[in-house]
């Protein structure tokens, strides 16, 4: 082989090995930035809306922290009807308070259940203590009908949304 021969080939490997070279970089390049989209994709909601999130208090995953009530059955075991009867009418009416206050998000009786619970609430406040302060609104907790336990509960911001959709469905007031 002559040595023009021998140039010719080594020129050409070198440009070979130039190409496999610019080829790799691009590859790499290539998933890099298909990586960084997929990524991105995947971690932003296309139906976020920033207004709303900062109104019902989301953090960045649409979270935020409540606190759970769980009602149980009480010391009092009063019998006396007239009685029971202005103390529920106390609860209800403090229910309705706390809703309207943006404090009370859920509120519900529980089915019988051999655990005493009697019902759960889903306070909008932040601590504990809040919550402890606002449980004491209700006449049936301060005469002791109800026992309370209170858990901190980290929930969807959104969960207050349902609150005007659920005043347009119920026919009668409890």
């Not at 999130?53 to 606190?67: H, I, R, T």
Request: proline residues 4%; hydrophobic residues 45%.
């Amino acid at each position: 082989m002559s040595l023009a021969n021998k140039s010719i080939f080594t020129v050409v490997y070198q440009k070979i090995t130039i190409i496999k070279s610019v080829m790799k970089t691009t590859f790499v390049i290539l998933l890099f930035l298909i990586s960084c989209i997929t990524v991105f994709a995947q971690n932003t909601n296309p139906n976020y809306d920033a207004e709303l999130a900062k109104k019902l208090d989301a953090d960045e995953y649409g979270m935020k922290n409540f606190v759970l009530v769980i009602l149980k059955t009480g010391e009092n075991k009063t019998t006396d009807k007239e009685e029971l009867n202005k103390l529920f009418r106390g609860h209800m009416e403090n229910i309705q308070r706390l809703v309207k206050e943006g404090k009370l998000i859920v509120a519900g009786p529980f089915g019988e259940n051999n655990l005493t619970w009697r019902g759960l609430f889903i306070l909008n406040v932040k601590t504990i203590e809040e919550a402890r302060e606002l449980v004491q609104t209700d006449p049936a907790i301060r005469a002791g009908i109800f026992d309370v336990d209170l858990v901190p509960w980290y929930g969807s911001a959104a969960l207050p949304e349902y609150l005007p959709a659920s005043d347009k469905i119920w026919k009668a007031n409890p």
